[in-house]
Nanobody, 124 residues
Framework: QVQLVESGGGSVQAGGSMRLSCAAS????????MGWFRQVAGKERVGVAR????????DYAGSVKGRFTISRDNSKNTLYLQMNSLKPEDTAMYYC?????????????????WGQGTQVTVSY
């Protein structure tokens, strides 16, 4: 049974930092590309960053490039998202996801497994 569990969300002031973690279990993580998505109530889930199974390929959405860093530690079965210089518009529910096959990394439909999400709130 594949499980993804996010942690590390909370509230922070604009300009602050936060690190999200996603603990994975039930599968070989090195065979899966992993992604972070975020979703605001009433809007579509949007891809924020992704990292390939061996960390050889990394992509970011333009809105977070230079501020967010995705990484993974396959020995610990854990995915991370370091978020710096946070802005109020980064406020959302953040989800981690795992993808085994191909498909565009920012397409939520391409992912096979999802966590339950962790809320990030950035205030002025």
């Amino acid at each position: 049974q594949v499980q993804l569990v996010e942690s590390g969300g909370g509230s922070v002031q604009a300009g602050g930092s936060m690190r999200l973690s996603c603990a994975a279990s039930g599968y070989n993580p090195s065979r899966y590309s992993m992604g972070w998505f975020r979703q605001v109530a009433g809007k579509e889930r949007v891809g924020v960053a992704r990292i390939s199974g061996n960390s050889g390929a990394i992509d970011y959405a333009g809105s977070v490039k230079g501020r967010f860093t995705i990484s993974r530690d396959n020995s610990k079965n854990t995915l991370y998202l370091q978020m710096n210089s946070l802005k109020p518009e980064d406020t959302a529910m953040y989800y981690c996801a795992a993808k085994y096959n191909g498909g565009w990394w920012q397409s939520a439909q391409a992912y096979d497994y999802w966590g339950q999400g962790t809320q990030v709130t950035v205030s002025y």
